[in-house]
T-cell receptor
C-alpha cells in the first residue's frame, strides 16, 4: 500500500516569508508526527496529533510554527516569518492508533521529507 | 531531557563481515526502541521495533536487542553487503513522551 507522502519535496524561500508543508499519512493511521532534521543530526520531535487534535506540541521551537490536521488525515505544518535557522528537512511520520493491540503498534513510518531552504 | 547516543559515528568494513551497531539511552521508562535506516537525501525506513517487554527482534540478516537495565540496544547485521551502506538511527519512545528521541546515527560503509 501507499506510504507516507510529503509535498513539496523541496522548498526554497526567502527570509521572512510564510511556508506550508503537507503530509499525507498512511490510510487508517490515526497518529501523526512532525520532526525536523538538521544536517548531521537525528530528527527532533516537533508535534504529535492523535486524530484531529494536537496532543503534544512541546517540540515546536516557537510561536512561528503551527500545525493543523482538520479532518484527522492530512496535516499541514505552517511556518511564519521564516528564518535562515529554519532550514532543515521536515519529516512526517504516522502510526496506527496508540495502544492498539499487535506486535507493531506504535511503530512509526516516515515519509521522504521536505527539504526547506531559507535564503 | 532524554538522550540517545550512538557509537561509532562512522564505520567502514569489508563486504561479508558481521557487525554490531550500538545505541545507549538514558530513559529508564522506555516504552519501545526503533531502528531505522536512512539513505542519503531520503526519509527513514523502519527496520525493527522492540517493545520494552521484549529482549530482541529479528528480520532477515538483522537482529536487534534491548537491555533496559543497562540502557543499551544493539543492531547486529550478518553477512554485510554493499547495499547495507546507509546511516542507521536508533530512537526510543519514553513512557512520558509522544515523539521519538533519536541518536545522531552511525554512518555505515560496506566496501565491495
Amino acid at each position: 500500500g501507499a506510504g507516507v507522502s510529503q509535498t513539496p519535496s523541496n522548498k526554497v524561500t526567502e527570509k521572512g516569508k510564510y511556508v506550508e508543508l503537507r503530509c499525507d499519512p498512511i490510510s487508517g493511521h490515526t497518529a501523526l508526527y512532525w520532526y525536523r532534521q538538521s544536517l548531521g543530526q537525528g530528527p527532533e520531535f516537533l508535534i504529535y496529533f492523535q486524530g484531529t487534535g494536537a496532543a503534544d506540541d512541546s517540540g515546536l521551537p516557537n510561536d512561528r510554527f503551527f500545525a493543523v490536521r482538520p479532518e484527522g488525515s492530512v496535516s499541514t505544518l505552517k511556518i511564519q516569518r521564516t528564518e535562515r535557522g529554519d532550514s532543515a528537512v521536515y519529516l512526517c511520520a504516522s502510526s496506527p492508533r496508540v495502544g492498539e493491540a499487535g506486535g507493531s503498534y506504535n511503530e512509526q513510518f516516515f515519509g521522504p521529507g521536505t527539504r526547506l531552504t531559507v535564503l | 531531557k532524554q538522550e540517545v547516543t550512538q557509537i561509532p559515528a562512522a564505520l567502514s568494513v569489508p563486504e561479508g563481515e558481521n557487525l554490531v551497531l550500538n545505541c545507549s539511552f538514558t530513559d529508564s521508562a522506555i516504552y519501545n526502541l526503533q531502528w531505522f535506516r536512512q539513505d542519503p537525501g531520503k526519509g527513514l525506513t523502519s527496520l525493527l521495533l522492540i517493545q520494552s517487554s521484549q529482549r530482541e527482534q529479528t528480520s532477515g540478516r538483522l537482529n536487534a536487542s534491548l537491555d533496559k537495565s543497562s540502557g543499551r540496544s544493539t543492531l547486529y547485521i550478518a553477512a554485510s553487503q554493499p547495499g547495507d551502506s546507509a546511516t542507521y538511527l536508533c530512537a526510543e519512545k519514553g513512557g512520558g513522551a509522544d515523539g521519538l528521541t533519536f541518536g545522531k546515527g552511525t554512518h555505515l560503509i560496506i566496501q565491495p
